[in-house]
Structures are given as structure tokens and as C-alpha cells.
């Protein structure tokens, strides 16, 4: 079993639907969980840092931790064409610097 | 601007010519590391670096070297590249703590071809 497992999409809403991305992991002792953002041509930026379960709000963006089931969401709502980009899940673990990163899912929002 | 910077962005070289792709941040952070990324593959860690002078391997190190002299670079260097190390490159950089990774800085990247 990989340790992080993100479905790579690729995901087409129409502009205004609400975006569900999710990852599922392995490792029981991953405690901080992050989406990142990458635009083509571009390196990935930190989008929202959770730690242990629970919810997190950021403008449109939500991030969920359930970690009983081992399970991370990222929602979008009202989706715009400049959220257009891959989006990678990324984990890691108490005292541990390395990043588990999910292969990323491509979303597309079409006017 | 706080930044980590790669360079060259793109990068087309022959079979076992020696090169150097280089990074700089000016965050002072301490944790540095070289992923590569490929479709369908994601992003797969080659070599990190807990402080100055420390490095070690991450899931994909073979063909690659790195250094650490001093915090704010670490480039990575190909002895011989091959074809098979024809990928998107990224520089990242970090705080390092006890308890855990914070949100990794990365660069924009270094697009590779190696014919």
C-alpha cells in the first residue's frame, strides 16, 4: 500500500461548482497535513497547513482531517478559472522534516 | 522577497556530460531538499539536507549528488546524466523543528532533457 494515495483526475467543474479533492494514507503517524497548488510551469505553493483532525477555513478553501479513517479532503467553493492547477496532499510526521506527497490532481474550471 | 531560486530554468544536455543545477533561498532556513517530478509519478525526493555540512538520501538518489557548504545553497549534480533523468526538477526549503515540517518554499523549477 503507498503511503499517500491521491486520485490524479483529471477534474472539470464549470465555474461557481464546488471542487471535493481527497487523499487517503498509511501512516498513523502523520500529524500535519498540507495542500499545495501548482500552476503549469510553475513550483507548488503551500495553500492550507492543518494539524491533526479537524477543519481549517481559508476564504473558499476548506481542509478536513479525519484521522481515524485516515483521510484528508481539500473543498473549493465558487470555483474560478485561476483555480485551474494540479493540487498535490502532502503529510508528514511528529519530529520527521519529510514531506509524503500525493501524485496531485488536476483541476480544470471552466467558465 | 522571500524566495528559493533555481538555476537554469530549462536545461537540454548529451549523455554524461557533468552539470549543476543550482539553488539559493534567503529564508536561513535549515532543511533543503531536491525532488523530481514526472506524470503519473508525482513528486519523488532525491536528496535532503538537515543543516549545513548534513545530507542524505531520499526515495530516488541514485545518479545524483548534492551539497551542503553552506545554509543557503544546495545544488544538485548530475556526474553522468542519462536520458532516464530527463524530468521537472524542484528546489525546496523549510524551517526545521522538533516538532515537524512546516509548508516547504519550493522553486520554479528546472525543466532537464537529456538526449
Redesign the interface.
Known amino acids: 500500500q503507498k503511503e499517500v494515495e491521491?486520485d490524479?483526475g483529471p477534474l472539470s467543474v464549470p465555474e461557481g461548482a464546488i471542487v471535493s479533492l481527497n487523499c487517503t494514507y498509511s501512516n498513523s503517524a502523520f500529524?500535519?497535513f498540507?495542500w499545495y497548488r501548482q500552476y503549469s510551469?510553475?513550483?507548488?505553493?503551500?495553500l492550507m497547513?492543518t494539524y491533526s483532525s479537524g477543519n481549517k477555513e481559508d476564504g473558499r478553501f476548506t481542509a478536513q482531517v479525519d484521522k481515524s479513517s485516515k483521510y484528508i479532503s481539500l473543498f473549493i467553493r465558487d470555483s474560478q478559472p485561476s483555480d485551474s492547477a494540479t493540487y498535490?496532499c502532502?503529510m508528514?510526521?511528529?519530529?520527521?522534516?519529510?514531506?509524503a506527497?500525493?501524485?496531485?490532481n488536476q483541476v480544470v474550471v471552466i467558465p | 522577497e522571500a524566495q528559493?531560486t533555481q538555476n537554469p530554468r530549462y536545461l537540454i544536455t548529451v549523455t554524461g556530460k557533468k552539470l549543476t543545477v543550482t539553488c539559493s533561498q534567503n529564508m536561513n532556513h535549515e532543511?533543503m531538499s531536491w525532488y523530481r517530478q514526472d506524470p503519473?509519478?508525482?513528486?519523488r525526493?532525491i536528496y535532503?539536507s538537515?543543516n549545513v555540512e548534513v545530507t542524505d538520501k531520499g526515495d530516488v538518489p541514485e545518479g545524483y549528488k548534492v551539497s551542503r557548504k553552506e545554509k543557503r545553497n544546495f545544488p544538485l549534480i548530475l556526474e553522468s546524466p542519462s536520458p532516464n533523468q530527463t524530468s521537472l526538477y524542484?528546489c525546496?526549503s523549510?524551517l526545521?523543528?522538533?516538532?515537524?515540517?512546516?509548508?516547504?518554499?519550493?522553486?520554479?523549477?528546472t525543466r532537464l532533457t537529456v538526449v
Open positions: 491521491q490524479p500529524q500535519y498540507m510551469r510553475k513550483g507548488p505553493e503551500l497547513y498535490l502532502a508528514s510526521a511528529y519530529g520527521n522534516n519529510r514531506l506527497f500525493g501524485k496531485g | 528559493v532543511y503519473g509519478l508525482g513528486l525526493q535532503y538537515m524542484f525546496a523549510s526545521s523543528t522538533r516538532t515537524g515540517a512546516y509548508g516547504y518554499t519550493f522553486g520554479s523549477g
